[in-house]
């Protein structure tokens, strides 16, 4: 704040020293979030470890869509990340975003999904908040892999808000880390998009068009990015999404495909800094 002039610290202060907006843990305590009727989740379960990209709707209860949408989306103020690409961020180490519903969630799925989720717990999440004025400038996220084994992604903005029904969902490609060259830093840069990675329509896995209560699932090394997000302006039209990452990837680049027979010491040298660039992605995410 030093550095600004004194009557814009004067109304930055303001903000800084403003009360957080949150929610007791306890409050979501033996409440369900996922709603179990929306799917057989042990076919869900095998589809997802068949490879698939697993798209199902109504995946939240009514109550715990309306905590992220209302409560957490609108009226929480843990949103202050702003990030390059034009949208807003909350996240849950940088902005004390810790909302019981996450939690509760996270719980659900294990006890739905226990072959998955026992394996692979809860390692980070965030909401990100688009504007639709300024992410028509960015086009939303550009193409890029979280260091994750398991890649959870949902809407809750009501469908009212989205003017085109095709898209503002999430684009995923047939691409994953290890297949191109590069560090995993490289897959998260504001700088690199489809043309960089010489993505085209022929590497397209899986369009998914914007629905709320929809929530994408798919191996998180996979690379991903938004679709064109085509919104009404307004605070409460924003396109509000939810990611929750789940495991390392190193658990998901198996030993094996690296052919470590006979003692390869080279491949067992590549698969450590695999695993230590991971790592590293993970707390640059968390502190970007």
Not at 43 to 59: S, W
Not at 61 to 74: H, I, K, N, S
Not at 138 to 161: C, M, R, S
Request: proline fraction near 3%.
């Amino acid at each position: 704040q030093e550095h600004l002039a004194p009557a814009l610290r004067a109304r930055v202060a303001l903000h800084l020293r403003a009360r957080l907006n949150q929610h007791p843990f306890a409050e979501w305590h033996g409440r369900r979030a996922l709603n179990l009727a929306c799917a057989d989740w042990q076919d869900v379960e095998n589809r997802y470890l068949r490879g698939e990209v697993v798209v199902l709707d109504e995946f939240l209860v009514a109550e715990a869509l309306e905590e992220l949408y209302r409560v957490e989306g609108l009226e929480a103020t843990d949103w202050n990340s702003v990030k390059g690409g034009g949208y807003l961020g909350a996240m849950y180490r940088e902005d004390g975003f810790a909302p019981p519903v996450i939690a509760q969630l996270a719980n659900d799925l294990e006890q739905a999904m226990p072959r998955l989720f026992r394996a692979h717990s809860l390692l980070m999440f965030w909401g990100f908040k688009h504007d639709t004025t300024l992410t028509r400038q960015y086009q939303g996220i550009k193409p890029h892999a979280d260091a994750a084994a398991v890649n959870l992604n949902f809407w809750v903005t009501p469908d009212e808000y989205n003017l085109n029904s095709t898209n503002g969902g999430l684009v995923i490609y047939n691409r994953s880390l290890g297949q191109q060259d590069g560090n995993f830093y490289d897959y998260n840069s504001l700088a690199v998009g489809a043309d960089e990675f010489g993505l085209g329509e022929e590497d397209i896995l899986a369009r998914v068009p914007y629905r709320q209560n929809r929530v994408v699932m798919f191996t998180s090394s996979y690379l991903h990015a938004t679709d064109r997000v085509e919104f009404k302006p307004g605070f409460q039209a924003c396109r509000i999404n939810y990611t929750l990452l789940f495991g390392y990837v190193e658990a998901i680049r198996c030993w094996k495909s690296h052919k470590l027979e006979g003692g390869d010491r080279a491949a067992a040298a590549r698969h450590r800094h695999d695993a230590l660039e991971a790592r590293r992605l993970v707390e640059r995410q968390m502190a970007s």
